[in-house]
């Protein structure tokens, strides 16, 4: 595998700040799932304070099952930034339209962007997990404008 392959979809192809808040808590949260047992416990925390046990724990569940999807079924390793890094990239910016896109009931651009990182029946199930994230999410930012993400500045810099 040349270098090229080995790092594609992980070229920056924006800044966390140019995106709405539901594509950057996207990108964040998929970062501390990738990160660390103590990232991903911050990610569930944040579901809990958000919606209480029963919904926080669904959600969360939501989003650490597409995670594990995506992190084991993919085309290829999906690549990602460091947790406080300011830019994203090209794989961050799929997964966060995948969910943004579910959120809004668009499906089927969901599924077009999906099928571009895994095969066959995953897209469809990637994105019903995006739609109940997605609508997670929505809730969530609803309730608090500001960002509840518990343990970062998403507005970082690159390590």
Known sequence: MTIHQEFRGGAPVGQMDELPLLEMSVIVYFRMMASSKETREALKK?????????????????????????????????????????????????????????????????????YNLVSGDLAKEIVNYAEHIGLGLRLMLDRFPIPIISTHNPRGMCH
Do not use: P, W
């Open 46 to 114: 944040d579901f809990l304070l958000a919606f209480g046990e029963d919904h926080g724990l669904y959600y969360s569940n939501q989003f650490e099952e597409f995670y594990l999807k995506l992190a084991t079924q993919s085309r290829r390793k999906i690549m990602h930034h460091e947790l406080n890094c300011k830019c994203f990239g090209g794989d961050e910016s799929a997964v966060a339209n995948i969910i943004s896109f579910a959120a809004i009931g668009n499906v089927k651009d969901a599924e077009l962007l999906a």
